[in-house]
């Protein structure tokens, strides 16, 4: 997997970036059932090679949240020290509210905000705001 949208915001939720990404290797399929990614969006985007450029000039030396933030640094093939992430899918908090070991952000956002997320199609702002909300809940 590689990204195809990226979006970063910072602790309150404004956006430090929200863009598509055209993937260097070949597309095989968008998925735009799950992803939301149609090929309108990536006719004008900047090359993944850029997009990663810029997520690594603004997460570099910052503690970032995310939710199994683990498959988005795998997908934008970056490596960040492990004691500046920060994973709201492994807080006891948030797997003690929601009842399971993996809660995923649909049900941990569900389960401790009483908010619906993620009805149509997918959209990496809207999870990455639930992820800051689901964050700034309990910290």
Not at 41 to 56: D, N, Y
Request: with cysteine; hydrophobic share 40%; charged share 15%.
């Amino acid at each position: 997997m590689i990204a195809a949208q990226v979006t970063i915001t910072d602790f309150f939720g404004n956006i430090l970036l929200h863009t598509y990404a055209y993937p260097a290797s070949q597309i095989i399929s968008l998925n735009t059932q799950y992803s939301g990614i149609q090929n309108k969006h990536l006719e004008a985007c900047p090359p993944f090679s850029l997009v990663r450029r810029w997520v690594l000039d603004i997460i570099w030396n910052k503690i970032i949240v995310g939710h199994a933030i683990s498959n988005d640094l795998n997908a934008l093939k970056i490596c960040h020290p492990p004691n500046l992430v920060v994973d709201t899918q492994k807080l006891a908090p948030v797997k003690h509210a929601v009842g399971k070991f993996c809660p995923s952000l649909k049900d941990s956002v569900k389960c401790v905000l009483d908010r619906t997320i993620q009805t149509g199609s997918h959209s990496s702002y809207e999870d990455a705001l639930a992820t800051a909300d689901l964050f700034r809940f309990f910290y």
